[in-house]
């Protein structure tokens, strides 16, 4: 089992619609919560992090966390065709000061 | 920006040579990371640095290096290039807040 799992997609979404985008891990200890946005052919960049269940808004993004149930997501609402990219969870592990872990990313389109 | 600057940007060598990627940053934080990144296995820890001469192995650490003499710099041998280490890598650094990370633009290396 992988520490940090997301599906790869493709998720295609209309536009102006709600992207949700799912994220799992397997360490109940980690404490830190990471999504990150990823253009084809060019670096990731952070979009939002989370440490505290619940949900953390910012613009257009929501991070929801859910430790219980170990999964982490992102809304994306009024999704936009610039927002087609690969959004990558990260998570850091217990023990794992630091250091994240990634999952492989989940690959969105925005249809005009 | 993060401040990060890689080099070189786009490498080919031939296998069995050894290849040294430099990431330079201006704001001298203390953490710097070396990710790869390959299709379906997302990005992985090499190495990561807690300051000048403290470096750490991370996930795939086997055949690399890394050497820390300055808080700016910080290095990545691959002591003789295969095949398997053709890949995108990406630095990264920690300013500390909230333990996240910010990456540079990435070093795409092919070993033919």
């Known amino acids: 089992q992988k520490e940090v799992e997301q599906n790869s997609g493709p998720l295609s979404v209309p536009e102006g619609a709600i992207a949700s985008l799912n994220c799992t891990y397997s360490?109940?200890?980690?404490?830190?919560f990471f999504w990150y946005r990823q253009y084809s052919g060019k670096s990731p960049e952070l979009i939002m992090f989370i440490y505290s269940n619940g949900d953390k808004e910012d613009g257009r993004f929501t991070a929801q966390l859910n430790k219980a149930s170990q999964y982490v997501s992102l809304l994306i609402r009024d999704s936009q065709p610039s927002d087609s990219a690969t959004y990558l969870c990260a998570v850091i592990l217990s023990g794992s000061a630091r250091q994240l872990t990634f999952g492989s990313g989940t690959q969105l389109t925005v249809l005009p | 920006d993060a401040g990060i600057t890689q080099s070189p940007r786009h490498k080919v060598t031939e296998t069995g040579t050894p290849v040294t990627l430099r990431c330079h940053q201006t704001?001298?934080?203390?953490?710097m990371y070396w990710y790869r990144q390959d299709p379906g296995h997302g990005l992985r820890l090499i190495h990561y640095s807690y300051g000048v001469k403290d470096t750490d192995k991370g996930e795939v650490s086997d055949g690399y290096s890394v050497s820390r003499s300055k808080t700016e710099d910080f290095l990545l041998t691959l002591e003789s290039a295969t095949s398997s280490q053709t890949s995108v890598y990406f630095c990264a650094i920690s300013p500390g807040e909230g333990n996240t990370i910010y990456f540079g633009e990435g070093s795409w290396l092919t070993v033919v």
């Open positions: 704001e001298n934080h203390r953490y």
């Open positions: 360490d109940r200890g980690s404490q830190s």
